[in-house]
């Protein structure tokens, strides 16, 4: 009895429940708008002016939807009448740049320093830490850039990747305090991070990839720099074929103006040796001078726990004073592995220049390896390990130097000789390693050298001119 009662409560609850559901009219999807939030149209041929009127309303954080945003000219950010800004992407977003110039500009009157003194109010009301993350930037346009800002204070540009471009992030004017990070700044016909007439102290480039830009990867040119850091980089191929002008994968450049309190650590930087005069670090210290003394070299400078290789010059110093080298490993320096120039206080420590045969493929046995010391003063060459170099007069040149004190180096399969000093004075070479296995002419060669001191080396081969120098 109770069984059949069930089922007929069953029956009888399951025919209201169809009856509530037959009356209730089916309800219209909701249009409600999200500020700030922009949908790609698959159909448009431009949408400058429609993301435009959206940054201009002031509405502060713009996120785009998946899909592609034509422009026909810059999105401009003006910090100052907008207000905060930030552009988000979520990875989904592409904006299609189709004009001459940025796809972004971001736009800031901060005129100051980085001292919290001279930042004025209204930055800290209207303008700081303008954002941008998420998205990706393709040009079409021959002059079409990725991001351009001046002004700003605390730009962070996160987790974008520009390509197709001809400058991916370029930084004019003024800048203080940026942050590049988790960036791909891939395959532009110009530079990667392009530092340009640019007064910027603070700005650190971390975690990015930056590749195949044909002008250079992080390039600094008339600028003055303070407070660079670039950390754990990948930086490959940033230059153009065997035509193309000199470049390097990173590239600063003091003269006509400054640079100094650089750092680069922990990256990846190599390719492509074809490129005239290619360089993986090239850095001119020349500062413009000043009225309190004669010194010209600017400097400051770590290169410290990189992989560098496969390019005509791994490290190119030129007219820099204070660098600290150390802790790299190094091959593949075509013409050679370490130029040096008129630099003075430099500690070139605990590195590896090696010759490793595995990399022998294609032409990689023509490297030529070596360092190469000239118009230097004060610097100390220390624990290093140099093997396999393949240069007609030296694994290691140094010329024109004074207070050269070169210690503790393994020096091995060198060729022809081992170090030689040519026209240097109060120099100190000691504890050395020579050893080769072919038939060198000589572990160490002497040139015109006064006041030298050679004691306590291993070598596998003479020492040549030493009667002719005058020894402390």
Known sequence: MSFRIAVVLLLMFGLVRLSATESI????????????????????????ERIQTIIDSGVGSIRFGKGTFKLSKPLEIRLDEVG????????????????????????GTHGGTAAPHTVKEDVWEQQRTPLMDGIEIVGTHADANGVEAKGTMQLTLSRLTIRKCRHAVHLIDRNRNVILSECHLYENSGIGVFLDHLNLHQINICNCHISYNQQGGVVSLDSEIRNLQIGTCDIEGNMGDESAPPSANVHIDGSNSSIGEVAIIGCTIQHAHDAVESANIRIDGTGNPLTFTDETRHGHITIADNILSDVQFNIDLKHCRGVTITGNTIWKGYTCDLRMNDCKDVILASNVFDRNPRYHYSDGSQATLGLLIEDCQDCVLNANMITGTNHEIAAVQMRNCDRMNVTNNTILEYGRCGLLLENVTRSRVSDCLFGSDGEPECSIELKECDQYMLRDNYISAPVLGAENATKD
Do not use: C, W
């Open 84 to 107: 905060f800004t930030s552009l988000h992407g979520d990875g989904v977003a592409r904006l299609e740049m189709n004009g001459a110039g940025p796809a972004v500009r971001f736009i």
């Open 25 to 48: 009219p089916e309800q219209p999807k909701s249009e409600v708008s999200i500020p700030g939030y922009i949908e790609a149209i698959a159909d448009s041929e431009d949408d400058t």
